[in-house]
C-alpha cells in the first residue's frame, strides 16, 4: 500500500475518505486535483500531506501548457497548497523548498525548472520515507518487551511516504517482539483510529482493540497500558505539540496514571520558529463533522459547535519526543535542536 507516489509523471494516492471499506486509488495529472484532495483529508496526516504537497508543485510545472507559464503554474499551485490545511507544518515546510527551488532556477530554461522541482518533490518523498524507518528504530528502544500501548488519529503508513511515525514505533517495537497488544483510540470526529489505524494494524498482524475515545481514562486507570504513543503536527521550539483533537486529554491521563507520553515526529514537524504552542494556527472544521453522523443530521438544529482539528498538549506532559534525529528529552528548548541518540 503507498499513501502517494510520483509515478510516470503523474501523482498516485490512495483516498483515505473511502478506507477501510474500499481502497480505491486516484492517478491525477491535474494539480487541483491534489489540493482538493488536501481539503477533503482524502491524503491527510502532516508528513503525507508534505509529501502531497511538493508533489503538486512538481505537477503542476510539468502540465503547464507553454514553457512561459511554468513558472507562474507553479507558483500558483504553491500558493493554493499552502491554503488547504493550517496546523501541520510539514505542508509549509515542503512548499518553502519548492519556492527555493523556483527563486534558484527563476531564469533557467523552463525544462531545468521542471526537473529541479521534481528532483526537489522526490527527495522530500525520500527523506520521509527515511525519517519513518529511524523514528520507528529509535522509538522502539523506549519500549519493554510485553507492552500495550495506545495510540490517537492515525500516525501510520498513511500519514505518510513511509512507514509511519507513531505506528512505525509500535510495528518497529512489535518486529522485535515488544508489543502485546494496542488500543486504538476511534478519534471523532472523523474516525481515523477507527477506519485507518485499527486497519493498518490489522493488516501488520498486530493485536489491535479499538476503543471510544471516551475509554481512555478506564484503559489508563486500570493499568492495560505501558506508554501511549502518538504522532505530531507540529511542535514549537520548546516542545508544546499539537496532535489531533483529543491527544492533549490523553497526555493528562497519562500523566494522572503515570504512563509515559511519548511524541514521535520527523524533525521536518519541528519548528523553530514558534516560541510556544500558544501561536501554533489550529484549524477548525466545518461544525457538520460533529452536528451529522453518515450525512444524517443527530444533533438539534440552532446548536453552536466548536470543532477544532488539533489540539496543543503542553511540552511537561511529554515524556520523549522522539524524531528522525533521536530521543529528545525535556528541556525541549535544549533538546530538540541538536542531540542525536543512537538506537
Ligand atoms: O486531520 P488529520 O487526519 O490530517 O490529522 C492527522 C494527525 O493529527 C496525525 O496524528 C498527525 O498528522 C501525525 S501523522 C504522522
Redesign the pocket.
Known amino acids: 500500500m503507498t499513501t502517494v507516489e510520483w509515478r510516470g509523471g503523474k501523482v498516485r494516492f490512495i483516498d483515505?475518505t473511502k478506507l477501510p471499506l474500499q481502497e480505491i486509488y486516484i492517478e491525477t495529472a491535474e494539480y487541483r486535483i491534489v489540493v482538493d484532495a488536501i481539503r477533503a483529508?482524502k491524503i491527510?496526516?502532516?508528513?503525507?500531506?508534505g509529501v502531497a504537497a511538493a508533489f503538486g508543485v512538481a505537477l503542476a510545472a510539468a502540465s503547464a501548457v507553454s514553457a512561459e507559464t511554468v513558472e507562474v503554474e507553479a507558483r500558483r499551485a504553491a500558493d493554493l497548497l499552502g491554503s488547504t490545511?493550517p496546523?501541520?507544518v510539514?505542508l509549509f515546510a515542503s512548499l518553502h523548498r519548492m519556492r527555493r527551488v523556483l527563486d534558484q532556477h527563476s531564469s533557467r530554461p523552463s525544462a531545468e525548472l521542471r526537473h529541479a522541482l521534481l528532483d526537489e518533490a522526490l527527495r522530500i518523498y525520500k527523506e520521509d520515507v527515511d525519517a519513518c524507518v529511524r523514528i520507528g528504530e529509535f522509538g522502539a528502544t523506549l519500549l519493554e518487551r510485553g507492552s500495550a500501548v495506545l495510540t490517537?488519529?492515525?500516525?501510520?503508513a498513511l500519514?505518510?511516504a513511509g512507514a509511519?511515525?507513531?505506528?512505525s514505533v509500535i510495528t518497529t517495537a512489535a518486529r522485535e517482539g515488544k508489543i502485546t497488544r494496542v488500543y486504538v483510540d476511534e478519534?471523532r470526529p472523523?474516525l481515523?483510529g477507527a477506519r485507518?489505524t485499527a486497519w493498518e494494524l490489522v493488516k501488520a498482524g498486530i493485536p489491535v482493540t479499538l476503543i471510544a475515545d471516551s475509554s481512555a481514562g478506564q484503559v489508563l486507570r486500570t493499568g492495560r497500558v505501558a506508554a501511549v504513543i502518538?504522532?505530531?503536527?507540529r511542535i514549537a521550539a520548546n516542545g508544546d505539540t499539537?496532535?489531533?483533537?483529543g491527544?492533549y486529554p490523553l497526555a493528562v491521563l497519562a500523566r494522572r496514571h503515570g504512563v509515559p507520553f511519548y511524541i514521535?515526529?520527523?524533525i521536518s514537524?519541528v519548528d523553530l520558529q514558534i516560541a510556544t504552542g500558544e501561536d501554533i494556527p489550529i484549524?477548525e472544521r466545518d461544525g457538520r463533522e460533529i452536528t451529522h453522523w453518515n450525512g444524517v443530521r443527530v444533533a438539534a438544529e440552532g446548536v453552536d459547535v466548536f470543532a477544532p482539528?488539533?489540539d496543543v498538549t503542553p511540552h511537561d506532559l511529554i515524556t520523549a519526543i522522539v524524531t528522525d534525529a533521536g530521543i529528545h528529552r525535556p528541556p525541549y528548548a535544549v533538546s530538540l535542536p541538536g542531540v542525536r541518540t543512537t538506537p
Open positions: 483515505q483529508l491527510r496526516g502532516a508528513p503525507a500531506i490545511r496546523t501541520a510539514n490517537h488519529c492515525n500516525a501510520g500519514a505518510t509511519g511515525t507513531a505506528l478519534t472523523l481515523q485507518l502518538t504522532g505530531a503536527d499539537a496532535n489531533k483533537i491527544t514521535a515526529a520527523p514537524t484549524e482539528a488539533f
